[in-house]
């Protein structure tokens, strides 16, 4: 008789723990295909700290060949679900695409950039979900001051020195943190910024920095920030954003450059596009993460609404660290369903969290505690070694080399601006200017077991950053069939903006 075949979508928290625990659990017994359109798994909760110039990319990734030996990874997104036919169609990197049939499916497709109809945004932000954006952002910002030091004119020197970051949860509150302590070491030591500072701004209707946790660590990373010189303001959100700035919804207009989007996140329209009950643009499951009347699909991280059994009617909040601990949950129910072990359900209480902000400091509250100072940067440094299932060793040497050699102030300008657009159901992609005008040859599920077919006639989702110049030509919008189904808006293109940075 033949293996059962299990097929993971996704290789985030979710996805990499549930091939993980598989790979223990069913190894020999079962064929566990991962699918994903990168190659490795993504350690989310650093990637302020490539953007801001202390972390390598390669750092906060792990190699899915490298760690997973006994899964098959197929490089693609899935697009298609046929729950009947028990079928995940997907497309892979270079524009073919290929059909996996499962006997268990686990989706964990995790989230994308949410949007807000405001005008201007989609246009002239960027988001902050993938590492693409944090590249872009990195070099964007070291870009923005080069020109303004060798600028004349005043007022395009202040506005490419103002960072704008709307939302003040934990990424957006991070990434102010972050830059203004890179910006400040970008300037520091050279005559031309002699008495004068790039200024961030951090943005949020709420009324207080990371409204969502605990207000001790709340009240700490806002001391912090404004201590640094962040320019903290509550209560307050961008009306329109243009090229050359954004309009408040206090009436100031602020010229700047630069518009980072950190509103939140809204789970992949993949789980949308099921017809499966949904909770808030989540999947709902059963707290054994089963889809109610499919009890072969299982759905886990931020893409699942799973029930949060330690408070009654509530669903588990969209974090790395329920993410993390449902895959294996995942994994042992899959396992159980196949015969091996007794179902569980996903019981967990969360353990505290942990915000970077930058040099020593840090707002972190272990087992409830609350820290603050370099003891919360130091627990929050540990926590992340030990949380990322790899890498550690590097990560580590980077943040020793950024203590004690001064950061490196180059762009390479591989990411352009409009290869990384708010509006994408694929952060995790930086989108190509032309889409391949065929499969190659051996383009198309080619991964054994998958049923290769025809073009997919997706444009621009090929995964290569930087190949081609802006100014060239206008990429193809990027009308991903991942999108469909999105509830505010569909992929648009981003075409350098007049009078904006341009990307060139
Ligand atoms: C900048 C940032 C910082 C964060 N910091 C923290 C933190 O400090 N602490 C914390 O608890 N949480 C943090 N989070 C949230 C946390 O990272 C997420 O809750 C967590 O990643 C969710 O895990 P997941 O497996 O559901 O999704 P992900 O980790 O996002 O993984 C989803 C995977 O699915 C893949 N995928 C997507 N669509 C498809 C498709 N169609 N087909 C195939 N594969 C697909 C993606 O490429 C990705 O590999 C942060 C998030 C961000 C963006």
């Not at 008495?195 to 001790?216: H, Q, T, Y």
């Not at 005008?437 to 444009?459: I, L, N, V, Y």
Request: charge should be neutral; glycine fraction near 12%; include cysteine.
């Amino acid at each position: 008789m033949s293996r059962p075949r299990i097929v993971i979508v996704g290789a985030g928290f979710a996805g990499y723990r549930t091939a993980r625990t598989l790979e223990r659990l069913a190894r020999n017994k079962a064929d566990i295909t991962l699918l994903n359109p990168t190659d490795y798994f993504l350690y989310l909760p650093l990637l302020p700290q490539v953007a801001a110039g202390i972390l390598e990319p390669r750092r906060v990734t792990v190699s899915l060949t490298g760690t997973l030996r006994h899964t098959r990874l197929v490089l693609g997104e899935a697009d298609e679900i046929d729950l009947d036919a028990r079928t995940v169609r997907y497309a892979d990197p270079e524009g073919g695409v290929g059909a996996l049939t499962y006997d268990r499916l686990v989706l964990a497709a995790g989230s994308v950039n949410k949007l807000l109809p405001i005008p201007g945004v989609a246009e002239h932000a960027h988001g902050f979900r993938g590492l693409p954006e944090a590249l872009y952002l990195r070099d964007h910002v070291t870009r923005q001051v080069e020109l303004a030091a060798g600028s004349e004119d005043p007022k395009a020197c202040r506005s490419r020195c103002t960072f704008v970051v709307v939302g003040a949860g934990y990424t957006g509150t991070e990434v102010a943190a972050q830059g203004q302590l890179f910006t400040d070491e970008l300037v520091r030591g050279q005559p031309r910024w002699d008495g004068v500072r790039p200024r961030w701004m951090l943005l949020d209707i709420a009324e207080r920095v990371m409204p969502e946790m605990d207000e001790r660590l709340s009240a700490t990373a806002d001391r912090v920030l404004r201590q640094r010189g962040v320019d903290v303001r509550m209560g307050t959100s961008v009306k329109e954003a243009t090229p050359t700035g954004v309009l408040l919804s206090d009436g100031e207009f602020v010229d700047t450059r630069t518009l980072v989007w950190c509103v939140g996140v809204r789970p992949d329209p993949l789980a949308e596009s099921l017809g499966l009950p949904m909770e808030r643009g989540r999947l709902l499951v059963e707290p054994t993460l089963q889809v109610p009347g499919r009890p072969e699909v299982f759905a886990c991280g931020d893409a699942a609404a799973v029930p949060d059994l330690t408070k009654p009617g509530s669903y588990t909040p969209m974090t790395a660290q329920h993410a993390w601990r449902q895959g294996k949950v995942a994994a042992l129910n899959v396992a159980a369903s196949l015969g091996r072990g007794e179902p569980k359900p996903y019981r967990h209480s969360d353990l505290g969290f942990v915000v970077d902000l930058g040099g020593v400091k840090a707002a972190a509250n272990p087992l409830g505690i609350p820290l603050s100072g370099p003891v919360a940067g130091a627990v929050t440094r540990g926590y992340h070694l030990a949380a990322m299932p790899g890498n550690r060793v590097r990560v580590a040497a980077d943040w020793l080399l950024d203590a004690v050699l001064p950061r490196q102030g180059v762009q390479l300008g591989l990411v352009r601006s409009w290869s990384v657009p708010l509006d994408t159901a694929s952060p995790e992609l930086a989108k190509a200017p032309y889409a391949p005008a065929k499969p190659e040859a051996d383009g198309h599920g080619s991964a054994s077991g998958s049923t290769g077919t025809a073009a997919s006639g997706r444009t621009g989702e090929a995964a290569s950053a930087g190949d081609g110049a802006a100014g060239k030509k206008t990429p193809e919008p990027t009308g991903a069939a991942r999108g469909r189904g999105t509830p505010e808006r569909t992929d648009t293109s981003h075409t350098p903006a007049p009078g904006a940075e341009g990307d060139s």
